[in-house]
């Protein structure tokens, strides 16, 4: 039992495409000075458990890989759960026979039927982990066929970012790429107790341990031609024995058509209202929202402001009875989830974010508030403080409860009485994001680093790709 650490919540966005098959070549989309072009008949596989706008957090990512591929007339495929098949079909409707779905099998279905009995942290380090491994078993069967009738030239395995967690696509006679991880986190001392259940966190730090002889059973990562990593605290965490090249390239991209401030984004020092506060996220418990809830009975006592929390989960109830407070006076509200369309607008009609999460390896959102030129507000710890500096954010330590809840006070009061501080930081934060986040950017990294693979060979065993068998003729794509 590994573990795999917990996700973050993303929404939908939206990407254009061209017609599926060798129809547009690399040249018909203009995707910026300087863009990497593709090898004309590059043949790359994606796999995923999941590759979605809804379900949050890394689920996301294999998606945007393959849109901005196929943005570029990248010839691409992808294999994912069935759980993802109605939302593709929807949202990507030409590209969906390029899609191979793993459906469950019986053991499946019974750890889902279990799952609901167990708290959500043992579920994901004993029921969920089994389902997935069961499931990524009937994947491996899928990405071997279409190695063989689609002739790819890499496989691109882009989640799970944790970088314990074995992966068992080794021996497929093509070079395997992974990442980027980005993991080997864990909760701020001050919070530990409160928020990791002794079960739960005994069987974590169980399965951390057993990493390096599951990662021997299941080999991937060992054998991976290249590895990708968002940070040195997660090449610290990966497990010992690699073979292939390990690089460095963030986890989070932004893509810029759909994240940018308005076009006329000048400071506003008498905004009716008052300032108006942001937080994007799911609604779980160690994104401590309960921190910034309590945290605003501060703020309105200082100055006129507002917060709105967009997100939905478990502890939505509970958060709801929290900012019900009469204290609060009708100054926060819940929007539930929204789309990402929905969530940059959201973004530039107010005047900054907030995010108190206690265990972000990664933080999108953090990156997209940026983007459209907004200041933010996030805990000292993983992710965003890794995005973060003094030009475009506020940094709040986790060293207590009550001191949190004081700083994140502070803070946004700071930045409701400043609306010339809230511009220059969002300036700042802006030009950050495109010199370093842009999608396309990252792109153009991941086709240089495919191309490296490529050439420098497979750690794998050639042979294998011989024993893929005759081709599968119910394999969809063109």
């Known amino acids: 039992m590994i573990a795999t650490g917990f996700r973050r919540p993303v929404a939908a966005r939206?990407?254009?495409?061209?017609?599926?098959?060798?129809s547009m070549s690399i040249t018909d989309r203009k995707t910026g000075p300087g863009a990497t072009r593709a090898r004309d008949d590059l043949r790359v596989l994606i796999v995923a458990d999941n590759a979605s706008d809804r379900f949050g957090g890394e689920a996301i990512l294999p998606l945007h890989y393959f849109r901005h591929l196929r943005r570029r007339g990248v010839e691409v495929w992808m294999v994912v759960h069935d759980r993802n098949r109605a939302e593709l079909e929807r949202?990507?409707?030409?590209?969906?026979?390029?899609?191979?779905?793993?459906?469950?099998?019986?053991?499946?279905?019974?750890?889902?039927?279990?799952?609901?009995?167990?708290?959500k942290r043992l579920n994901d380090v004993t029921?969920?982990?089994?389902?997935?491994?069961?499931?990524?078993r009937e994947a491996r069967r899928l990405v071997i066929r279409t190695i063989a009738d689609r002739k790819i030239d890499v496989v691109h395995q882009p989640t799970p970012v944790s970088p314990k967690e074995p992966s068992n696509m080794h021996g497929l006679g093509v070079p395997v790429v992974i990442g980027p991880m980005n993991g080997g986190m864990t909760f701020p001392e001050a919070f530990a107790k409160q928020l990791d259940h002794w079960t739960s966190a005994s069987l974590y730090s169980l399965g951390r341990a057993a990493s390096p002889v599951f990662n021997r059973i299941m080999p991937g990562k060992l054998e991976a031609a290249v590895l990708l990593v968002a940070n040195d605290r997660t090449r610290r965490a990966l497990p010992p024995g690699i073979r292939g090249e390990v690089e460095m390239l963030a986890e989070n991209g932004v893509d810029l058509d759909l994240w940018g401030p308005p076009e006329d984004d000048a400071p506003v020092p008498d905004r009716p209202g008052g300032a108006r506060f942001l937080f994007i996220g799911r609604l779980v418990d160690w994104k401590a929202v309960d921190l910034l809830i309590e945290a605003f009975r501060a703020v309105v006592g200082r100055t006129a402001a507002t917060l709105e929390i967009v997100g939905d989960g478990p502890e939505r109830s509970a958060l709801e009875r929290l900012a019900a407070d009469p204290a609060l006076a009708g100054s926060i509200r819940f929007s539930g989830w929204v789309s990402q369309q929905e969530c940059a607008l959201k973004l530039r009609g107010s005047d900054a974010?907030?995010?108190?999460?206690?265990?972000?390896?990664?933080?999108?959102?953090?990156?997209?508030?940026?983007?459209?030129?907004?200041?933010?507000?996030?805990?000292d710890w993983g992710g965003p403080a890794d995005y973060l500096d003094p030009t475009c954010g506020i940094l709040v330590r986790p060293d207590s409860?009550?001191?949190m809840i004081a700083d994140l006070a502070d803070a946004m009061i700071r930045l409701a009485g400043s609306p010339e501080l809230r511009a220059s930081?969002?300036?700042?934060?802006r030009a950050r994001v495109v010199r370093e986040f842009d999608w396309e950017k990252k792109v153009d990294r991941i086709l240089e680093i495919y191309g490296r693979a490529i050439a420098g060979g497979s750690h794998d065993d050639p042979t294998d790709r011989a024993k893929a068998g005759a081709p599968d003729p119910a394999l969809p794509g063109p």
């Open 14 to 22: 939206a990407g254009a495409f061209g017609p599926p098959g060798n």
């Open 91 to 119: 949202s990507i409707p030409a590209e969906v026979g390029r899609i191979s779905f793993v459906t469950d099998t019986k053991l499946d279905k019974f750890a889902g039927r279990m799952m609901d009995r167990l708290p």
């Open 353 to 379: 974010m907030v995010l108190p999460s206690l265990y972000e390896c990664g933080g999108a959102v953090v990156l997209e508030a940026m983007a459209c030129a907004r200041p933010v507000i996030a805990t």
């Open 401 to 403: 409860r009550q001191g």
């Open 425 to 429: 930081m969002g300036r700042a934060g």
């Open 127 to 136: 029921l969920a982990y089994f389902a997935r491994e069961v499931s990524r």
